[in-house]
């Protein structure tokens, strides 16, 4: 058997891999797309909100081990409560940015606020090092084991139970926020927005209060995103947001930047595209590109996607507005 046959009998496996990384690439893209969708405006600071989240829910973990609960949980417990938390500081954190370095800008020509997300990137960075480093000593944390158990779902598919926890929140997560934006009036408010800002205000929509529940909402589902990328990966660092950020950035425009179902649809496709890349790329090529060469790919594609389809998979052409 040669190592085509060999890749080809493992690709359910690497297919339960691949939703697993592209969930979590789903949920990170979905707050660059609402910010987007709001303010058009791409918060390049959403990618240290998903690192505070995870160093947060690792806290939380930790915390429970050293003080002897965590063993006497329910795993399933465990990771709901450092969930609920990362969510909520990460929450409370987007909110805070979008007042200080955001809401002062806004009226400011676009790159101004760029500029500032690029600026509280890099100092989100620090503090956390910081604060780790003085705390323990290390600036990089490991997540403790929470799940063991391997579950066989079909013949060469055995998938960790932690994956199937972790594709299974998300896919709450993206239905929960579906409904939200098109049922609750809150969400109708959002969409709005995304509309036409001010014919909004005219309306009586509260402006700020939509904008700083749209931080609350992404900054929360990055925090949850980052857990869940700890729980399953078992170790991060301060700058474990910049390359996921910007892979789930990818995501977003590769389905449509602005659009929900297209920020789904673009993080659950890079992340096939990536684990079956790292795999196949060495057979396909003779090895002349191994699996180092997996972003090369995600990225490739995503050009050839936006030279036929600028607005992504999903999106479509919008005029300017007059």
């Known amino acids: 058997m ?18 697993a990384l592209g969930f979590v690439y789903a949920i990170v893209a979905l707050g660059y797309t609402m910010v987007y969708g709001i303010l058009e405006f791409i918060n390049f600071a959403h990618s240290e909100l998903f690192m505070f989240g995870a160093f947060v829910g690792t806290e939380v973990l930790l915390f429970m081990q050293s003080t002897g609960l965590l063993p006497n949980m329910s795993p399933t417990i465990a990771m709901m409560i450092a969930i609920v938390v990362a969510t909520v500081m990460s929450g409370g954190l987007g909110v805070a940015v979008d007042r200080i370095a955001y809401k002062p800008v806004r009226n400011a020509p676009k790159l101004v606020p760029f500029i500032s997300a690029i600026g509280v990137s890099f100092i989100l960075q620090d503090l956390v090092r910081m604060f780790e480093e003085a705390k323990n000593g290390k600036f990089y944390l490991n997540a403790p084991t929470l799940f063991t158990n391997r579950i066989a779902i079909m013949p060469n598919m055995v998938v960790p139970e932690k994956t199937l926890y972790i594709v299974g929140l998300c896919i709450i997560i993206m239905i929960a926020l579906t409904i939200f934006v098109s049922k609750n009036k809150w969400g109708k408010a959002m969409r709005a927005v995304a509309q036409d800002r001010e014919t909004a205000r005219l309306m009586g929509i509260n402006v700020d209060k939509v904008i700083s529940l749209t931080f609350l909402i992404g900054a929360g589902m990055g925090g949850a995103a980052g857990t869940l990328f700890s729980i399953q990966y078992g170790s991060i660092s301060p700058y474990s947001g910049f390359i996921l950020g910007m892979k789930a950035f990818t995501a977003a425009v590769f389905g449509g930047i602005g659009k929900i179902p297209g920020a789904m649809l673009g993080g659950v496709l890079l992340g ?6 790292a795999s196949f ?30 607005s992504g998979l999903l999106g479509k052409p919008v005029g300017e507005k007059v």
Request: without cysteine; charged residues 15%; hydrophobic residues 55%.
């Open 281 to 310: 790329l060495g057979a396909l090529t003779g090895g002349v590109f191994g699996s180092e060469y997996k972003d090369v790919l995600g990225f490739a594609i995503l050009i050839l996607i936006l030279i036929f389809k600028p």
């Open 272 to 277: 096939l595209i990536e684990v079956f890349g």
């Open 2 to 19: 040669n190592q085509l046959q060999l890749l080809v009998k493992i690709i359910p496996q690497l297919l339960s891999d691949g939703l």
